[in-house]
């Protein structure tokens, strides 16, 4: 019996020391993934920052052309809404060209029938001249503003299309999400993205309530040795002023041609966005871009001119000096009234003094 007792008792020192060394074993395990998450939190806050700082300058200079298909389901009025957006930037120094040509085909919920309009928009902004053309349903460009005040444009050319694409979340720079006070990193982990070594930052992330966009947090996957471009997010997004909860979420993957000898930074090639939003029903927009075109280069002045679109600038120069003509006119007609009141005036003035 004595023998019995023996064995149980050694058998109970046995399995309370394998016991105990499996709990330190995980706690050294547990410590040693914290400070390796750490070490991945500190390494992207410190050196993400400065390589997207680094790619917008070796992407300054460029010619870029897409094409994107998007869908929107469940709308309040549509059925279905396909766009087909064929899409041109050039961006070089203090020139700027955005132009897009849209095919849109809606099928709505009521009983009218589909339909199909296309358009196209371009803004450009030079030196010398500043212009917005429009075209209707394959119609001629036609000129809407032309003139040297680049205000009435710049606002649709705030941003680089390049760093809207590679180096936003959702409607939120990267760079200005990192920066705020209120951004938090939950978790850093490495991982692999479609064969790209990759990094995955789970953040949180505040927005005032009178702002009306914005991202309050999800999960974003860099490429550390790609400048730390965005790879592809899931994030929950703020729909409106109302929305306090983010009742909208939005994803999106993005697949680049990795640096080489001729281009050091990596060049978009396709991308995949979709979000859903439900306020009492699902609503759903997809939208595919594949980028036919992307070189870094010098782009001439020549290829920002009005006259690439078909319209001449001596057609901008005479409609500017039309309106100018309008607005001299104007400013006579009101002199001239203001002449002419003053006269009676003291017309009346003088007849009651001489009275």
Known sequence: MHNALGIAWGERVVCYGLFTALSLLGVVLTSSVACGDNSIKVRFLSEAPAAWSQYVAAVSNYE???????????????????????????????????????????KYKDKRPPTVESWGRA???????????????????SIQYAGADASQIVGYLELDEVQRRVLCVSTE????????????????????????????????HQIPKEKEFGVF????????????VILAYRVRCKENRSDQQGKRTDEMRQHFRPPDSGCPVPLIQSDEFKTTFNDGRPVEYTETTEYTKF???????????????????????????????????????????????????YQKAWRGTAI
């Not at 279905?80 to 809606?106: A, M």
């Not at 001299?328 to 009141?341: D, T």
Request: one cysteine or more.
């Open 123 to 141: 803004y450009c902004v030079t030196p010398a001249i500043s212009y917005f053309l429009r075209s209707e349903n394959g119609a001629p460009w």
């Open 64 to 106: 870029l052309k897409c094409q994107s298909v998007s869908l929107l389901s469940n709308s309040s009025d549509y059925a279905t809404r396909k766009e087909t957006v064929e899409s041109e930037y050039k961006w070089s120094r203090e020139y700027k060209l955005d132009v897009k040509k849209t095919t849109s085909e809606t």
């Open 295 to 345: 070189e870094l280069r010098e782009v001439p002045a020549a290829e920002f001119d009005m006259a690439t679109f078909g319209v001449h600038t001596s057609l901008a120069s005479s409609l500017s000096t039309f309106w100018r003509a309008v607005l001299y006119a104007a400013n006579g007609i009101v002199f001239l009234a203001v002449a002419v009141w003053l006269c009676r005036r």
């Open 173 to 204: 720079m990267a760079s200005d999400l990192v920066k705020d006070p209120t951004f938090v990193v939950a978790s850093a982990e490495e991982r692999d993205q479609d064969g790209v070594p990759a990094v995955r930052i789970t953040f949180h």
């Open 217 to 228: 947090g999800g999960s974003i996957d860099f490429a550390p040795a790609w400048n730390w």
